[in-house]
């Protein structure tokens, strides 16, 4: 299981990492984990547009280096990159010498200084050495987009009722949530821009 809308506890835990921004401005920041790839990707790109949207892309190195062309139309539309390791790495899993090696061999590709971690597993000692070089970039709404078991409808709503100003929005522009993110992201830009937000990257 996974909370849509994260803790408010683990949010104080972890005060050095980013959960949200200024609640106090009507402004959503919508990322997008795990791309690119040409299955995906140009279809948020096409949709972003639509709606005049920025967002953040964290990508994984490797799909970077499979595929180029599809990360240059992502920075072409002023979108924000981000790091998400270069093969998806779990950082509870990986010792931290192995785990900052793989991010900078990432970041060789993509040249940024956003981090988020895959599955947002991090450990405390990886947190202080990737801070002094990067802002690491958490959520505070996690779409369940990548969930097998969530329908199309659910996971709309778990955006739209977990949403609010500041919020950082995880969805992922990968084939395992495909089906839910053609479904949302359309949907969910629509009621937004209705409701008065601005998308911005960070």
Not at 41 to 53: C, G, I, S
Not at 101 to 118: D, G, M, V, W
Request: hydrophobic letters at 35%; aromatic letters at 12%.
């Amino acid at each position: 299981m996974y909370p849509v809308k994260t803790p408010y506890l683990i949010k104080k835990l972890y005060p050095s990492l980013t959960w949200n921004l200024n609640r106090a401005e009507k402004v959503l920041y919508i990322t997008f984990d795990d791309g690119p790839i040409p299955e995906v990707t140009p279809f948020v790109l096409e949709v972003l547009n639509k709606y005049n949207a920025k967002a953040t892309f964290f990508c994984i190195g490797d799909n970077v280096r499979k595929h180029p062309e599809i990360f240059e139309q992502v920075k072409a539309h002023g979108h924000s990159i981000g790091n998400h390791t270069f093969n998806h790495l779990n950082g509870w899993h990986t010792k931290t010498g192995a785990y900052l090696k793989n991010i900078e061999k990432c970041n060789e590709l993509i040249s940024t200084q956003l981090f988020r971690p895959p599955y947002g597993k991090i450990r405390p000692t990886q947190i202080l050495d990737l801070k002094k070089d990067y802002k690491i970039i958490m959520w505070d709404v996690l779409s369940g987009d990548f969930d097998l078991k969530l329908s199309p409808q659910d996971c709309l709503k778990n955006v739209l009722q977990h949403t609010e100003s500041g919020s950082i929005i995880v969805f992922h522009d990968s084939l395992k949530a495909e089906p839910r993110l053609r479904h949302v992201l359309p949907l969910a830009l629509e009621y937004w821009s209705k409701e008065g937000y601005e998308f911005r990257a960070l």
